[in-house]
């Protein structure tokens, strides 16, 4: 599957919004090829698509589905600039032997810290306090008592991997109650370190959680893993934060919930159609009941300069006839 280096050039594509880092982090041997659209891969030649043998995806809601893969016949590796790889077609993958990696760990503690923030500026109400002080209302009135509080609460980890687990020490820091569900439980010596109980149930442990944390990674299996009937499992009173994928919850019935009063809020990072954040969210932001974010959770500096790195890593180490440290397909076994 892996090509050897050599003197030969070497033509790769960065597909998505260029990333400096990518675009002067190959050495002379990689020509380097971009498309930011899916219009701009229309526009390659022939020729370039014929050659190209690497592609860096460096935005999840550019989609490397079957029919734009299909289109590069020497194709060998494809590296995703984040954690998540659902926008690459992992099935087209699997079939024609191109290896996929990722670039994990760089941003574990900067999504970890945002899935924080979320909830206390959404429980505490943060973002509503501070437009009652700049609106001046403060002048000449207290401004009203929160009703969330962080204060023996339950958390509920959706998707115990990375990013959850930094989310539970930071929970547990918090004095919150760590629970999780997980396709498996996590190894008894990291349970016992972040005093957490796993559900087997996840419906069991939503109808129970004063907090649901989702942190699990957006597959065809956890397409609206909160679903309808999951969503109106949980209390009135809880809150829920996501920054994993929007995908993972059905949008439209968490803001029908919240609007009803059946949920108590929510602090979102993700979205189903982002970088369009339904209207009705945005009415529910006004009036205090949700904190939405622009997809940050690894928008920092340094988190970002560490998985362009990672990516040009993973993708000379393959081409170099060895295997990349961040590799998901074949299976990282």
């Not at 891969?41 to 589905?65: C, F, P, Q, S, W």
């Not at 397409?223 to 969503?231: G, T, V």
């Not at 928008?299 to 081409?319: C, D, P, Q, S, W």
Request: net charge neutral; glycine share 8%; with cysteine.
């Amino acid at each position: 599957m892996a090509g050897n280096i050599s003197s030969e050039k070497i033509d790769l594509l960065i597909y998505g919004p260029m990333r400096p880092i990518l675009e002067s982090g190959f050495p002379d041997q990689f020509v380097v090829h971009s498309a930011e659209t899916r219009a701009d891969l229309e526009r390659l030649t022939a020729d370039t698509i014929g050659k190209l043998r690497g592609m860096a995806v460096t935005y999840h809601t550019v989609a490397a589905n079957r029919e734009q893969l299909a289109r590069f016949p020497k194709l060998e590796i494809i590296a995703s600039f984040g954690v998540g790889y659902d926008h690459v077609d992992a099935a087209y993958a699997r079939e024609h032997n191109i290896m996929v990696t990722n670039t994990p760990d760089v941003l574990t503690e900067e999504v970890a810290d945002v899935a924080m923030g979320l909830l206390i500026a959404t429980l505490r109400e943060f973002v509503k306090a501070d437009r009652y002080v700049r609106s001046g209302l403060w002048q000449t009135q207290n401004y009203p008592l929160s009703v969330g509080s962080m204060r023996d609460r339950k958390i509920g980890i959706v998707g115990m991997g990375r990013i959850g687990q930094a989310v539970a020490r930071r929970a547990r820091a918090f004095g919150l109650q760590i629970h999780y569900h997980n396709r498996r439980p996590v190894a008894p010596q990291i349970a016992e370190e972040l005093g957490a109980t796993y559900w087997e149930s996840l419906d069991q442990m939503l109808a129970r959680m004063d907090i649901i944390s989702v942190n699990c990674p957006h597959t065809p299996a956890t397409f609206h893993l909160l679903s309808a009937r999951r969503l109106k499992l949980i209390r009135k009173e809880a809150y829920i934060v996501n920054t994993a994928r929007g995908e993972v919850i059905d949008e439209d019935t968490l803001v029908k919930l919240i609007e009803a009063g059946e949920i108590g809020g929510a602090g979102l990072d993700v979205y189903e159609n982002e970088p369009a954040v339904s209207p009705k969210l945005v009415r529910l932001a006004k009036a205090g009941k949700v904190t939405l974010l622009p997809h940050m959770g690894s928008a920092t500096i340094e988190g970002r300069v560490e998985m362009g790195e990672k990516v040009i890593i993973n993708i000379r180490t393959f081409l170099d006839n060895h295997k990349p440290p961040d590799r998901v397909l074949p299976s990282m076994l």
